[in-house]
């Protein structure tokens, strides 16, 4: 399958422990890249902060309180610490959805604040107990990137990093209790203006937070049966009408099956909310669901979470579905 090159995101594949950033490794994933986004004004102090910014610059409207509400029921503090080298990185609060999860991390220091710099760090991993993608029978994978990096005026740094993993539907991150250990190496910068800059080594070391992931029910829409949608090639030909099954929608994210000679076509879907809004998907990745080979999963991404309650379309393609 085509391969897309990463430049800001690490992506794996499980087994794998950790890789350089910028290379995906999983070969039946297809991910839609989504670039760092810094605040153009004002400065999140917390997920809900910046959720609230990421809203208002993808919709050009401000987040409902409806949302916001959403937002805190999947939001949870943490407060774990790690220190090394006399840096210590807080896991502040995390965010968690089906198969997304929203990380808040502080670093202590003293860092420069410089819009251009992009913080980051050059090693990331993150391992459950148990393990989500255990009852699956063919390969998945999990990424990381950082949508969010910011030096308060304290001088600590504030990190965002989403983690996202393909299930393809058949399990959840919030189905189970699970422990939860995040691994961090060295922190690093980069200038984003010069993409031809190498990271900055600012403190070397390695971290590691552990916490806990509680069950949490979270609603879902599943469309029954088949779904037609006309879709555009993504190789140049011509509009086809494929065929989706198996799709659900949930707060972080959006699930279906197609057949392998359908998974080529452009079926990036969208949210059309009740007032107008429409909510496109960030990232994407795509698996097959049976070891035949034959059934294509995808599943996308939501760069917020979304109150489902509302929704009122799915868009997959030129195509429009009512959910109410």
């Not at 509009?239 to 000679?261: G, L, M, P, R, Y």
Request: a negative charge.
């Amino acid at each position: 399958q085509e391969v897309w090159n990463m430049t800001q995101q690490e992506r794996k594949t499980p087994g794998k422990r950790r890789i350089p950033r910028g290379i995906l490794v999983a070969a039946v994933l297809v991910l839609a890249l989504t670039g760092t986004t810094l605040a153009a004004v004002g400065m999140p102090q917390t997920l809900q902060d910046w959720f609230a910014m990421e809203w208002q610059e993808r919709t050009d409207s401000d987040i409902s309180q409806e949302q916001l509400a959403l937002i805190d029921s999947l939001t949870q503090e943490v407060g774990v610490s790690d220190t090394q080298n006399g840096v210590t990185v807080t896991l502040d609060s995390i965010t968690v959805g089906s198969s997304s999860m929203w990380m808040m991390l502080h670093v202590s220091g003293a860092y420069g604040e410089n819009e251009d710099l992009r913080y980051h760090f050059d090693g990331i991993d993150l391992t459950m107990d148990p393990d989500p993608e255990q009852q699956h029978n063919t390969p998945g994978g999990y990424g990381f990137d950082y949508p969010y990096s910011k030096v308060s005026s304290d001088g600590t740094l504030m990190v965002l990093v989403r983690f996202e993993i393909d299930l393809a539907g058949l399990s959840s991150l919030t189905d189970t209790h699970r422990q939860v250990t995040l691994l961090l190496e060295n922190v690093v910068c980069n200038d984003m203006t010069d993409p031809e800059d190498e990271d900055l080594l600012l403190t070397e070391g390695s971290w590691k937070l552990q916490f806990d992931l509680e069950p949490q029910a979270q609603d879902a829409i599943q469309i029954p049966g088949q779904v037609q949608a006309e879709a555009r090639s993504t190789e140049g030909g011509a509009n086809k009408t494929v065929t989706f099954w198996d799709v659900a929608i949930t707060a972080t994210d959006i699930t279906f099956v197609q057949s392998e000679e359908d998974q080529m076509y452009d079926v990036r879907p969208s949210l059309v909310l009740e007032d107008g809004t429409v909510i496109e998907v960030g990232n994407g990745a795509s698996r097959f669901r049976d070891e035949a080979y034959t059934e294509w999963s995808s599943v996308w991404y939501w760069p917020v979470p979304v109150d489902l309650s509302q929704a009122a379309a799915l868009r997959i393609g030129e195509t429009e579905i009512p959910l109410t």
